[in-house]
């Protein structure tokens, strides 16, 4: 029987330490917020929820694929998804201190399963183009999956939020 091991392309790993190292800067900055217990349920609406979640994170992934297009200004990419990382780690922290425990594991898991491998992925399509001559930058038809992947990660941050 055949034992093969995942090879993961030694890009991805330094990708994923990158986005790990700010997201682990902004929870340690977010040590010094002081958050108040009690939360108030907002008054935004599913629809208001949905549209500012997807809003927020369209921009980015419109940018950092935009920018990858550029030879030479693919670490504005990564200066991009080191924002991103960083004010997911604050809003990590600030949510665990002030929200029910659930409701910040359903925020954090939507996160996990959803932005981090969609900013992985791009950012590894980034550094390949830029890297190597032969790579073909991603398509229309990427960028559409990867906003498809956007707006349903928007309606579950707006289901949850909703239920809050």
């Keep these: 029987m055949n034992n093969k091991k995942l090879k993961i392309a030694p890009i991805i790993k330094i990708i994923i330490i990158f986005m790990l190292c700010s997201f682990i800067f902004g929870v340690l900055l977010a040590l010094k917020i002081n958050v108040t217990e ?6 935004s609406s599913f629809i208001e929820i949905m549209f500012f979640t ?3 994170n369209f921009w980015y992934i419109l940018l950092i694929w935009h920018f990858g297009k550029i030879k ?4 504005l990419c990564y200066f991009l998804v080191f924002l991103k990382c960083f004010f997911l780690g604050i809003t990590f922290l600030v949510n665990l201190k ?3 425990i659930l409701s910040f594991l359903k925020y954090f898991i939507t996160d996990l399963v959803i932005l981090f491998p969609l900013y992985i992925v791009m950012l590894y399509d980034v550094s390949l183009y830029n890297f190597y001559e032969q790579k073909q930058y991603s398509s229309i038809k990427q960028i559409i999956v990867y906003l498809i992947l956007v707006l349903v ?8 939020g909703s239920t809050i």
Excluded: P
């Design 38 to 43: 009690t939360v108030t349920k907002s008054n």
């Design 98 to 100: 002030a929200l029910h």
């Design 54 to 56: 997807f809003m927020m």
């Design 153 to 160: 990660y928007s309606l579950l941050c707006s289901i949850i």
């Design 72 to 75: 030479g200004v693919f670490l």
